[in-house]
């Protein structure tokens, strides 16, 4: 094949998987809200999961020479709940503190224990990018 064909045919490929990523995504979600969602809840250790999101993300991390600043509390931290939907949320934030973070910038990443609805919370913070990120 030309190359100019075979450039044209990888990025066709590259949008079909972003596609069907988030189609699947949006049954993932769709089965979550639903009564039959609860099926998929089992207990998630947070902090494993979160590690998993890191170590992902450090060739990304090393290759734009940011630092990341990362609390998390002493002792086990689970919940109940969905582990793919949870990773993807995890993924989400992370990915866009990189992308959005200029080259040697902080990103900030806490797990901790709030009272309230939530038990857990995850704060992910871009310090240098305030106009395009923010934290979740």
């Known amino acids: 094949l ?3 064909l075979k450039a044209r045919l990888d990025a ?11 189609f699947n995504n949006i049954l993932t979600i769709s089965k ?10 089992e ?10 999101v ?19 509390p002493p002792g086990e931290v689970t919940v ?8 993807q949320a995890f993924l989400n934030l992370i990915d866009n503190a990189i992308k959005y973070t ?5 990103i900030s990443a806490e797990l901790r224990l709030e009272k309230g609805e939530w038990p857990w919370q995850l704060l992910i913070q871009a310090a240098e990018c305030l106009q395009k990120c923010w934290t979740r």
Do not use: N
């Open 2 to 4: 030309p190359l100019e």
């Open 12 to 22: 066709s490929v590259d949008h079909l998987d972003v596609l069907a990523e988030m």
């Open 32 to 41: 979550a809200e639903s009564q039959s969602g609860t099926d998929l809840f």
């Open 43 to 52: 207990p998630v250790d947070m902090k494993e999961l979160f590690a998993k």
């Open 54 to 72: 890191l170590d992902f993300y450090a060739p990304m991390i090393e290759e734009k020479q940011v630092q990341l600043l990362m609390q998390v």
């Open 80 to 87: 109940q709940g969905d582990r793919q939907l949870l990773g």
């Open 102 to 106: 200029p080259k040697q910038g902080v």
